[in-house]
Structures are given as structure tokens and as C-alpha cells.
T-cell receptor, first 115, second 114 residues
């Protein structure tokens, strides 16, 4: 039973480019969450999605960041016009539909470096 | 969500029990206590959760005080691979306004020594 998959594992972008981070949830999971961990800081919630719906995006920066979880395919976190401050580890987690508790299963993360 | 307080760091000898405390004095009746850990920049790993009864699984035990204002995560026989940052998180069950959002604090850095 494959776990949460994220790709790429490492991504290098120049300032002003776009970054696309992909997350495939565990089989049978239809809830996806994105978190960001800045260097030497804790994990911060960004967004919670279900298939084709954004449930909570209270942690997403207002500009340049967007997320989607289409009916088919992985969830995508998109960062437009990246800046050096976007350099961080981005983790995706998933949980089953109708989960009553917060057992979220995390992927290995994508390390984004902006040069 | 209720706020949690954990010691910044703890040490433990390999093979001994590691007892990690967490204070959550403002916890409300519909909030669970969750424990996750993060090993050296890997993705966080779910360990255990509980509401008011003590819980045990293959990884750890969770002891929650009767007033639910504090809890202790117990790793019964710590190994070097248990060295990690351990996070205690309090959050509401599904249907709560914060459902879906895990709020990570600074956690406890547990170092297991040979």
C-alpha cells in the first residue's frame, strides 16, 4: 500500500519562475492538506482540499500561491513568480474521506530552493 | 484550538522508556490530543491520539490525566531511530471549525543516546 507521494523531491527555481509541486494521496484518501516548513521553523498549515473543492485556505499567502485537487490526478500546489522567501520544504498529507479524527499521513516533502 | 506546552528538549538512554509531557490546560470537551513526530526533515509521522482514555498502539502509549489538562507520550523502549521532534497537538474532531488543520508548535526534540 503506497504512501503519500510527492514530486519532485527537490526543485530549484530562479526568482520569477513558477513552481509546481505535486501530491498523490494514499489510495482511498480524498482529503489533501499542504503544509510549509521554512528553514529552522515549524510546520505551518497552508490549505485543505477535497476532490474539486478547497475547504480551508486560511494559511495560503494571498498572492502567487494556489492549490487544486482535480477529480482525476494529483493535487497541485502552484507558486507563481517565486521569490527567495519561498524556499522551504512543502509537505502534503492525506486522510480518508469522512475521517472523524486527524490522522493525517504525510509525504516525504518537496524541497524548493529559489536562487 | 487549545494551545499546548512542551519542553524544548529531552534526552533518553537507548532501551529505556521515554516519557514526553504535554500541557494543554485550555483543552475543551470535543478536542482530541494527537502526537506526531518528525525525524530529521522527513514528513511528520502520526503516532497516536486520544480523547480521554489512555491509548496504546504498536508505537507508543498515551496517558491523559483525568482532567485532560495534560498528557504524556510514552515510548516504552526507545531506540536511536526514535530521535526526532515530537509534536503534541490538540484539535477538534470532524465538524469543528478547525477541522483539517493541524497546528504544529515547536515540539520536543528527543535525543536517544547509546
Amino acid at each position: 500500500n503506497a504512501g503519500v507521494m510527492q514530486n519532485p523531491r527537490h526543485l530549484v527555481r530562479r526568482r520569477g519562475q513558477e513552481a509546481r509541486l505535486r501530491c498523490s494521496p494514499m489510495k482511498g484518501h480524498s482529503h489533501v492538506y499542504w503544509y510549509r516548513q521554512l528553514p529552522e521553523e515549524g510546520l505551518k498549515f497552508m490549505v485543505y482540499l477535497q476532490k474539486e473543492n478547497i475547504i480551508d485556505e486560511s494559511g495560503m499567502p494571498k498572492e502567487r500561491f494556489s492549490a487544486e485537487f482535480p477529480k482525476e490526478g494529483p493535487s497541485i500546489l502552484r507558486i507563481q513568480q517565486v521569490v527567495r522567501g519561498d524556499s522551504a520544504a512543502y509537505f502534503c498529507a492525506s486522510s480518508p474521506a469522512m475521517a472523524q479524527t486527524y490522522e493525517q499521513y504525510f509525504g516525504p516533502g518537496t524541497r524548493l530552493t529559489v536562487t | 484550538d487549545a494551545k499546548t506546552t512542551q519542553p524544548p528538549s529531552m534526552d533518553c538512554a537507548e532501551g529505556r522508556a521515554a516519557n514526553l509531557p504535554c500541557n494543554h490546560s485550555t483543552i475543551s470537551g470535543n478536542e482530541y490530543v494527537y502526537w506526531y513526530r518528525q525525524i530529521h526533515s522527513q514528513g511528520p509521522q502520526y503516532i497516536i491520539h486520544g480523547l480521554k482514555n489512555n491509548e496504546t498502539n504498536e508505537m507508543a502509549s498515551l496517558i491523559i490525566t483525568e482532567d485532560r489538562k495534560s498528557s504524556t507520550l510514552i515510548l516504552p523502549h526507545a531506540t536511536l531511530r526514535d530521535t526526532a521532534v515530537y509534536y503534541c497537538i490538540v484539535s477538534a474532531r470532524a465538524g469543528g471549525t478547525s477541522y483539517g488543520k493541524l497546528t504544529f508548535g515547536q515540539g520536543t526534540i528527543l535525543t536517544v543516546h547509546p
